[in-house]
Nanobody, 124 residues
Framework: VQLQASGGGLVQAGGSLRLSCAAS????????MAWFRQAPGKEREFVAG????????SYTDSVKGRFTISRDNTKNTVYLQMNSLKPEDTAVYYC??????????????????WGQGTQVTVSS
């Protein structure tokens, strides 16, 4: 599975962005997907995850109510809709895929495939 993330950019605080992660290769529908982010000088952190069927999703506390993860298995794509963005959301955002049972996980080590990252910058 190869992952290609896109949709990042520069936005003012309070604005919105939608990230996309397109997957190529087979068995996309059986992989759990997630978004992580890494700010300068900080460790990579879990942002949101979604199970292969989309029935289960989870978010880190700081983005709950503002971000929504979704997926379209017919398009092999996972999305992260980000609303009410804050300067502290500034980071490189990575999508990740896990072959392990189709569930999402909070640990980066549980993911087998990673996209190249897309920069999100929120100005105050």
């Amino acid at each position: 599975v190869q992952l290609q993330a896109s949709g990042g950019g520069l936005v003012q605080a309070g604005g919105s962005l939608r990230l996309s992660c397109a997957a190529s290769g087979r068995t996309f529908g059986r992989v759990g997907m997630a978004w992580f982010r890494q700010a300068p000088g900080k460790e990579r952190e879990f942002v949101a995850g979604i199970s292969w069927g989309g029935a289960s999703a989870s978010y880190t506390d700081s983005v709950k109510g503002r971000f929504t993860i979704s997926r379209d298995n017919t398009k092999n794509t996972v999305y992260l809709q980000m609303n009410s963005l804050k300067p502290e959301d500034t980071a490189v955002y990575y999508c990740a895929a896990s072959r392990n049972s189709g569930a999402w996980y909070q640990r980066a080590n549980d993911y087998n495939y990673w996209g190249q990252g897309t920069q999100v910058t929120v100005s105050s």
